[in-house]
Nanobody, 121 residues
Framework: QVQLVESGGGSVQAGGSLRLSCAAS??????MGWFRQAPGKEREGVAT???????IYTDSVKGRFAISKDNSKNTLYLQMNDLSPSDSAMYYC?????????????????WGQGTQVTVSS
């Protein structure tokens, strides 16, 4: 089972930036993504990246967040800029083996433990 470990969360003021990282025990996933869940809310797909680099973002983060990966380091990133209190949530990294149609509704077999992001106004 591939293990995913997130890091980079923290507390920032509105307008600030954070960069989340997700280290995989080995590269295997064809489709990877970042999800978030705030207290009392459903889990939301934030961004996904396919094996060919194609990305999908949820509307609320377009233009502010950027998902990327470094295959040589088996690491997934999420650069988050211009953060707002509504971005506060636990952020999870996930990996799956979907070859086509990688997106927030794809099946993700591996999940990390999450890293907390808190944005104050």
């Amino acid at each position: 089972q591939v293990q995913l470990v997130e890091s980079g969360g923290g507390s920032v003021q509105a307008g600030g930036s954070l960069r989340l990282s997700c280290a995989a025990s080995e590269y295997r996933h064809l489709c990877m993504g970042w999800f978030r869940q705030a207290p009392g809310k459903e889990r939301e797909g934030v961004a996904t990246i396919a094996h060919d680099g194609a990305t999908i973002y949820t509307d609320s983060v377009k233009g502010r967040f950027a998902i990327s990966k470094d295959n040589s380091k088996n690491t997934l990133y999420l650069q988050m800029n211009d953060l707002s209190p509504s971005d506060s949530a636990m952020y999870y990294c996930a990996g799956g083996n979907v070859m086509y149609g990688c997106g927030p509704r794809s099946y993700f077999a591996s999940w990390g433990q999450g890293t907390q992001v808190t944005v104050s106004s």
